[in-house]
């Protein structure tokens, strides 16, 4: 007998002084593995009703059902997923994929029930006990079953850009393209977001499969403006998409231009004319205005078979698509490749027409059946700030206009924007460009009376403005344009502290003790716009319901006069996609009226 | 964990050591070189228990992966041994005359992944899965969902909805 043998039971007492390991009631107290794959938690606050639990069960566990209690919104389905204990394996997956990290498992894992349907349950809403359990599976950190960033899109650096009106963007190559398509869950929670709800999901699987011409036919069932919209869309969608809770938003207005950019002009004509009625139904429509809604509604009319002029004040159509944004960022020849595919359907656009002066808007509703008003707003407003009627302050939809003509004007060397949207951006980058031409250098001091993460400008906006060497400056408002012996030489503004009151009026309440002269030889408004609609007439004017300065219309677009309707920016803002919505809308009610009545002999 | 690898590399070809914790590394192994590999292992190098044997399906590869995690009480650690083998015909040496237990991993593995192991007492009787006659079901390409709607009957009272056509209904209903 050794000695440790004769020592060893006693070393035992040595574990009295340690904690036990064994568990004091294990019939009564059984805890599940702290990462256990027990029964499901679903945090409803965080959940988005994607349903891509649904759809990556591999048992078909699990139901997308309605919850009274949570309501469809932008962004959220309102379903909540049921899971089928019958069926479910706990393999987790439904974790692993949640795009919110709503869902978990607990790591309890004892049930008792007499009624087997008590196992079909929907976590968080049907509550549990162990809802709020801390322990169990969780998706651990870094593992994650789709992409989260958003593959990069190449772009023109701002030293090659700032003195050119070349596109700034590349646009995706087939492999760039498939990558993000990839990241896509084909949930569909942004059709709801886009205006004239895209089929997003369906076309994005067709960059993942290679069928483009099925891509193409797919974008034109909801939008003729592809090339367009896959350029300078808002894409409010990217704002509903499930990625964008846990990574970034899924490109989708990057992967729409991408479909676009695949497949001939001469095959996207043929697409589009697919399905086109060529018996002429006898109908004729006059439609004001060749802008995004107004060319919509042509290319669905006369798609339909109905006979349609457009009739267009300004020398090539797009409305504000060519006359207000700029070329780096829509080239006009895609704008134009948009435009031949609805000229194509037969639409006749009558350019350098101007209802009011070269005809008449009696004469447009005794030669047709119906009229749509889509004249936009081409009036730049003015602040009328003192001094603001010299010549040299200007609005900036006429200078952009002015710059799509191909003036080549004299740009001063020291510019002042007032403004911080979008077309406050436009024109200032526009100019600064135009500065770098003429005179090497950049002097454009854009002055916005929102603080700086309240400028109504897209953040990429300001971001590649400031790049390209614009000065922004937030919080500032205008006070005075400043003249010496009848010459511009600068902006007077002053500190804006608050733009809106409590009730949420725009108020704006000044500093008046912090004023900043910024040297300007040419002073540019961007503050809104407004409608010119002078043509109408004084009969017509009287006639029609107004809101305000907008002409009153109805969710088809009709106005209070059975054969005008009205759609776009001058009725209803504020972009493109809306205006392509609202052209749809207004062909379909347009459509209507027609049906049951015969075509009007002109 | 290291020196180990650098001894066992000596004697055996072997693939890369991961090391997962301290206590705990995997090294891949030939096919032919296991049996040798774990008799090594066992009787040089203390690793004398047999803490599991279990498979993970390759099929894109084409391959059934086996880890033989083996335990050293002493030390205090494991090493998992892998060996890759083809999937189909799956086939691999027994070694249930080193680890008695081995037999009743083996009889499981034949009958989830349908993996043999020729010569391992009852290897063909069923294990827990009484009269199977389907695909192995840890074989990746079994279809679990397939499976379920064939042997179970629906409950009633289930239906999903589709997010978009809900949101359709819910927030834009009368649109085409």
Not at chain 1, 258 to 277: L, Y
Not at chain 1, 318 to 326: K, L, Q, S, T
């Amino acid at each position: 007998m050794s000695l440790s043998d004769v020592l060893s039971p006693f070393s035992a007492w040595k574990n009295l002084f340690r904690d036990p390991v064994t568990i004091p009631d294990p019939l009564n107290d059984r805890p599940g593995a702290p990462r256990y794959r027990g029964f499901h938690q679903n945090d409803i606050e965080k959940c988005i009703g994607c349903g891509t639990c649904e759809a990556i069960c591999q048992n078909a566990a699990i139901d997308m059902v309605a919850v009274a209690e949570i309501a469809t919104k932008p962004g959220d389905s309102g379903l909540r997923p049921r899971i089928d204990y019958g069926r479910c394996c706990w393999c987790a997956l439904c974790v692993d994929v949640c795009m919110t990290s709503s869902l978990s498992m607990s790591n309890e894992y004892k049930w008792v029930d007499h009624d087997p349907d008590a196992f079909c349950f929907i976590p968080g809403v049907d509550l549990k006990h162990w809802d709020s359990s801390e322990l169990g599976y969780r998706r651990p950190e870094g593992h994650r079953l789709t992409g989260i960033e958003r593959v990069a899109m190449g772009e023109l650096e701002p030293e090659v850009r700032a003195d050119s009106f070349v596109e700034i963007v590349a646009g995706y190559d087939l492999e760039q393209a498939k990558l993000e398509a990839d990241r896509c869950v084909s949930c569909g929670l942004c059709v709801a977001t886009c205006p004239t709800h895209m089929a997003v999901p369906e076309y994005i699987a067709t960059i993942r499969d290679g069928d483009y011409e099925q891509g193409v036919r797919l974008l034109y069932q909801t939008n003729p403006f592809s090339n367009v919209c896959g350029r300078v869309c808002t894409h409010r969608c990217e704002t509903s998409c499930a990625a964008r809770h846990e990574g970034d938003p899924i490109a989708i207005r990057w992967l729409k231009r991408h479909i676009i950019d695949q497949v001939t002009h001469d095959r996207i004509k043929q697409i589009a004319a697919e399905g086109r009625v060529s018996k002429p139904s006898g109908h004729q429509v006059a439609i004001i205005g060749a802008g995004p809604a107004g060319l919509t509604a042509a290319f669905d009319l006369a798609k339909a078979g109905h006979g349609v002029t457009v009739f267009e004040a300004l020398p090539a159509p797009g409305g504000m698509m060519r006359y207000g944004i700029p070329e780096y960022r829509l080239p006009y020849d895609k704008l134009d490749e948009d435009v031949d595919v609805i000229r194509s359907m037969g639409v006749e656009i009558r350019c350098n027409t101007r209802v009011g002066e070269d005809i008449s808007i009696d004469q447009l509703r005794e030669q047709h059946d119906t009229v749509l008003l889509s004249i936009g707003l081409h009036q730049g407003r003015s602040t009328r700030i003192p001094g603001s009627e010299h010549e040299d302050v200007v609005s900036a939809v006429e200078l952009l206009r002015r710059i799509t003509f191909g003036e080549r004007f004299d740009v001063p060397t020291t510019v002042a924007v007032i403004g911080g949207g979008n077309v406050a951006m436009d024109i200032a980058r526009s100019l600064a460009r135009m500065q770098r031409q003429q005179h090497g250098q950049v002097g454009v001091t854009l002055v916005a009376l929102e603080a700086e993460d309240l400028m109504l400008a897209d953040r990429e906006e300001i971001d590649e403005a400031r790049e390209e060497g614009v000065v922004i400056i937030p919080s500032r408002g205008p006070r005075q344009c400043l003249i010496e012996r009848d010459a511009l030489t600068g902006l007077e503004t002053v500190h804006c502290v608050s733009v809106f009151d409590d009730q949420g009026r725009f108020a704006p309440n000044y500093d008046d003790s912090d004023i900043q002269i910024h040297d300007a030889g040419l002073i540019v408004e961007a503050i809104g716009q407004a409608a010119d609609h002078a043509f109408l007439g004084e009969s017509l004017t009287e006639a029609l319901e107004w809101e305000r300065n907008r002409i009153r219309i109805d969710a088809d677009g009709r106005t209070s006069e059975s054969w005008l309707w009205a759609a776009g920016d001058a009725v209803q803002g504020p972009d493109v996609i809306t205006a392509v919505a609202a052209g749809h809308r207004i062909a379909a009610s347009m459509m209507e009226a027609f049906a049951g009545t015969s075509a009007q002999t002109h | 964990m290291r020196d180990l690898y650098d001894r066992l590399k000596t004697a055996f070809p072997l693939g890369e050591l991961t090391e997962q914790r301290p206590d705990l590394a995997f090294v891949t192994v030939a096919k032919e070189q296991l049996r040798s590999l774990l008799l090594h292992l066992r009787d040089q190098e203390g690793f004398t228990h047999l803490v599991l044997l279990t498979a993970v399906d390759w099929l894109e590869e084409g391959n059934f992966q086996l880890t033989y995690l083996m335990n050293n009480r002493l030390a205090c650690r494991d090493l998992g041994v892998r060996v890759m083998l083809p999937r189909d015909p799956a086939s691999m040496d027994s070694i249930h005359d080193l680890w008695p237990t081995a037999a009743t991993y083996q009889r499981e593995l034949r009958e989830m992944f349908g993996i043999d192991f020729p010569g391992s007492p009852r290897v063909d009787e069923d294990f827990i899965l009484e009269g199977w006659i389907r695909t192995p079901p840890y074989r990746r390409d079994f279809d679990t969902l397939k499976f379920s709607d064939e042997v179970f009957a629906p409950r009633p009272g289930r239906a999903s909805s589709d997010p978009t056509e809900f949101m359709k209904q819910q927030l834009y209903p009368d649109k085409t």
